[in-house]
């Protein structure tokens, strides 16, 4: 009894060994292919519980999600011999798990081929464009034509190249100090010229504005005497016309204001008594 007992416990043991190394699961973000001693059997491509036989058929998953290649910074030859150190990356994704199984084995083994093939691509392809076209005018056309011949030799592996895109393009440090210095030179020179031309405005401002002070103090000038010569003439003609009115009047009103600019306190003057000056104030009229 006891020894059927134990037979018993070691087949269900058994049982369950097998089961354990029969079944298994494949996760959502997994694909997987099937081999019996190095031979392939099938793919799996549907997440789940499968079945295969125990000990003598191998299980090798594979991601099913977009992964993510980045590359490190690398020289790089334009058309017109200016040296760029230029930092990519790649998405892609394993399409045909088997094909990638038979010919990289592994996602270590495509990420190895697709920097031979990216940089390989990418260094033709920026050989033929100059380092302005690179780095502001034709970049998108020229990564999409990266990325396209990029696909087309990575299917050979059973890789999609989903995108291929240059994060940073950069001169070299040590030819980027001579750019910076023309650079800087340049914007010197530009500074130069605009201050230069600054001051030859400033000065045919300032001229232009002391020419108009000029012509206005000149025309004021004109004005102001025109209009005193007038006043004069006015003055003389009411003078003329009070003298005609009444020249004993005005010849009295004269007199008093020649007292008034002569006689002055602390003055002594000298006259004859008979002095036309002192006609008024002798009392005697001729």
């Known amino acids: 009894m006891n020894r059927a007992i134990i037979t018993g416990i070691v087949l269900l043991i058994l049982i369950v060994i097998g089961l354990a190394a029969s079944l298994f699961t494949v ?30 058929q191998s299980v090798h998953r594979f991601e099913d999600r977009v992964l993510e290649y980045d590359a490190d910074a690398a020289k790089i030859i334009t058309s017109d011999k200016k040296h760029l150190e230029i930092d990519n990356y790649a998405r892609w994704r394993i399409v045909d798990p088997l094909k990638l199984y ?24 920026v050989a033929r464009h100059t380092l302005t076209e690179i780095i502001s005018v034709n970049r998108e056309a020229i990564m999409e034509e990266v990325g396209r011949q990029c696909d ?23 030819v980027q100090d001579s750019v910076y210095a023309r650079m800087r030179a340049e ?14 405005e400033a000065v045919k401002i300032r ?24 006043g004069d003439a006015e003055a003389i003609k009411i003078y003329a016309e009070a003298f005609e009115k009444d020249p004993e009047f005005y010849a009295f009103i004269r007199t008093l204001e020649s007292y008034e600019k002569s006689l002055r306190k602390d003055t002594t003057v000298v006259l004859p008594s008979d002095s036309e000056f ?3 104030l002798s009392g005697s009229e001729k």
């Open 278 to 280: 002192f006609r008024y």
């Open 207 to 230: 001229a232009m504005t002391d020419k108009e002070r000029t012509i206005l103090l000149a025309e004021s000038y004109r004005k102001a005497e025109k209009l005193r010569g007038e």
């Open 187 to 200: 914007r010197q020179r530009q500074a130069k010229k605009y201050r230069s031309e600054g001051e030859e």
């Open 27 to 56: 996760d959502e973000t997994e694909q997987a292919i099937v081999t019996q001693l190095g031979k392939y059997v099938r793919t799996i491509t549907e997440p789940g519980l499968q079945f295969k036989v125990p000990f003598l």
């Open 152 to 174: 087309k030799k990575a299917r050979e592996y059973g890789i999609e190249v989903i995108d291929v895109r240059i994060k940073r393009a950069d001169l070299p440090r040590d």
């Open 102 to 125: 038979q010919t990289v084995r592994n996602e270590f083994g495509a990420n190895l081929r697709l920097d031979d093939i990216v940089f390989s691509e990418l260094r033709e392809e």
